[in-house]
């Protein structure tokens, strides 16, 4: 690894020579969530993201994970996910379900996604609803701090605007304090309905993955995780704290390449 520390106040930095190299360690601290939550509760309650994340998690797919995790205990929620049919090629499910959990033993049943046949505000207000029977089950915990689920991990990826999940810059999903899903008609990336959590369930999981690769969200990793004094913005990126939980950043090293806080292991 180029560099792993912990920053003051912006969690774990991991920071990747390659993505092939990222790729192995998500799927090591992945598989080890699993494994602590499984014997802690029984279970383990993972929600995804969208884009390049679901290819980066590809490792777990294979051996040892494929045989080594406890597939049955997982229980599959989306972070966020657009408002399309689930055999459509935006569809986050679709992803998932092609890169992920087609290849692993899932428990069908376990596997919680929007229905599709809603509108977004619909679709966002079902999706609430199930979590909240979910919740009831325990299978998903109920933090003792905020009125909302504590997911076991939230995996989120970031767009070169600094955007997490279907949370955008400047929008007023980010206000949205008393849902813990909410919906968008405007995303400025494509397709424009979408579902997302909010700010207050993401804080509130007990740990939170963000993975982010690539030059083009250099710019967008410095600005959500430097100290920048009074004029740091207020990107989404820079609003996920975890009241409780632990966040941790799987970086490559050209994402990492503009942080000022921190210096590469030669
Ligand atoms: O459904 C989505 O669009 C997302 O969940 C979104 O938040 C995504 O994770 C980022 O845009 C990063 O996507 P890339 O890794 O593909 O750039």
Request: charged share 25%; glycine share 6%.
């Amino acid at each position: 690894m180029a560099f792993s520390g912990v920053h003051r106040d912006r969690g774990e930095l991991r920071i990747h020579e390659s993505v092939e190299e990222l790729s192995t360690n998500l799927a090591d601290y992945i598989a080890d969530l699993s494994e602590a939550s499984v014997k802690e509760r029984g279970v383990f309650a993972i929600a995804l993201s969208g884009g390049s994340l679901i290819g980066l998690m590809g490792k777990l797919c294979e051996a040892p994970y494929n045989k080594t995790v406890d597939w049955a205990k997982w229980y599959i929620f989306w972070a966020d996910e657009r408002v399309v049919a689930k055999n459509h090629a935006d569809s986050n499910y679709k992803l998932a379900k092609e890169g992920l959990l087609s290849k692993v033993p899932i428990v069908p049943s376990h596997v919680h996604s929007i229905n599709d046949s809603l509108s977004a505000e619909e679709a966002a207000d079902e999706y609430e609803f199930d979590i909240r029977q979910v919740v009831k089950t325990r299978m998903v915990c109920v933090s003792d701090i905020s009125d909302c689920p504590k997911f076991d991990l939230i995996l989120l990826g970031m767009g070169s605007d600094g955007h997490v999940a279907s949370l955008f810059p400047n929008h007023s999903v980010l206000d949205v304090k008393n849902q813990w899903v909410s919906f968008i008609t405007d995303s400025p990336k494509p397709p424009p309905e979408r579902i997302t959590f909010t700010l207050p369930v993401i804080n509130s999981a007990s740990n939170v993955v963000v993975v982010v690769t690539g030059e083009s969200k250099a710019e967008a990793v410095h600005l959500a995780i430097d100290d920048l004094g009074p004029n740091c913005p207020s990107l989404p990126a820079r609003m996920v704290q975890p009241t409780n939980g632990k966040l941790v950043w799987f970086l490559d090293k050209p994402a990492a390449s503009k942080l000022q806080s921190v210096q590469f292991c030669e």
